[in-house]
């Protein structure tokens, strides 16, 4: 199986990365195009092969990645259409484009496309992807697919038509969670404790709290609690946080995430 990326940016060169360094890596061959030289030359160090141009990843490759911006999204795919192929599987990362939109702009009803919503931390191997559900892309594909991205964390399959609204939850919540951990660190540090001390007590705490509401079992609503006192530090905290409406605002920003999302849609 022949894998290229058309695109060698953070998130391509992150899938290509994850391939060239996993157990698959005996089974495929790996190309990449991008304008940039130097990003070709570094994915070269690592084993993906350099191709001239997009037109030859897609007479080359089983599966194509298009990690393109969504800005020039749809002049990319032009300057390959003619080398479009129905066998080849195309799988989008960019946000608001649809598989019917490339299909269009490939001139095909027969293209296949999986579309697929990784997030940043994709790039130290901890990503969390959405792959959206694709019935007329064959099994073999489709799976091979969903490894490339288990390989680089963990991958998850939704419904297609959901493609919109999870983009708040796992590809545009890192930043709503870096802003969240800003506002602690910064208190670390005019408190004395120092802005690195702070950034890895808290960083740490993140990590650990996540594979609470993981792995031990209980909801998020027990998990507050556990934490919480009767009369405590944490509850005056949190009396705080409700009276300032967090969970409001999250969702808030979830909201006009997804609202931009519908909005850039193609």
């Known amino acids: 199986m022949k894998i290229g990326s058309i695109g060698a940016g953070n998130m391509g060169s992150a899938i290509m990365k994850g391939i060239a360094s996993s157990s698959m890596k ?8 991008d304008t940039d030289e130097a990003k070709l030359d570094a994915l070269a160090e690592c084993g993906i092969k350099k191709a001239a ?6 007479d080359i490759c089983d599966i194509v990645f298009l990690a393109v911006k969504p800005q ?3 002049e990319v795919l032009l300057s390959f259409k003619d080398h ?3 066998e080849t599987v195309f799988v989008s990362i960019a946000a608001g484009i649809t ?8 001139g095909s009803d027969d293209i296949k496309v999986i579309l697929v919503m990784p997030n940043t931390p994709l790039l130290l191997g901890t990503g969390a992807t959405a792959i959206g559900e694709a019935n007329d892309v064959p099994k073999e594909k489709f799976d091979l697919v969903c490894r490339v991205f288990e390989n680089c964390g963990k991958a998850f399959v939704i419904g297609s038509d959901k493609m919109k609204e999870v983009i708040a939850v796992n590809s545009s919540s890192p930043a709503f969670i870096y802003l969240f951990a800003k506002g ?3 208190y670390g540090d ?3 404790i120092g802005a690195e001390l702070s950034k890895e007590l808290f960083a740490q705490t993140l990590i650990g709290s996540a594979k609470m509401i993981t792995d031990s079992g209980y909801s998020i609503d027990e998990l507050i609690k556990m934490v919480s006192s009767p009369g405590g530090t944490t509850l005056a905290g949190l009396d705080k946080l409700y009276s300032g409406g967090l969970e409001k605002t999250v969702k808030n920003a979830c909201e006009s995430c997804t609202k931009r999302a519908y909005e850039l849609s193609k």
């Open 26 to 33: 005996n089974e495929v061959e790996l190309y990449a195009f």
């Open 53 to 58: 141009s997009a037109n030859d990843i897609c």
């Open 72 to 74: 020039v999204f749809e």
């Open 84 to 86: 479009a192929r129905k």
């Open 99 to 106: 598989d019917s939109f490339i299909r269009k702009t490939l």
């Open 184 to 186: 602690f660190i910064e």
């Open 190 to 192: 005019e408190q004395g």
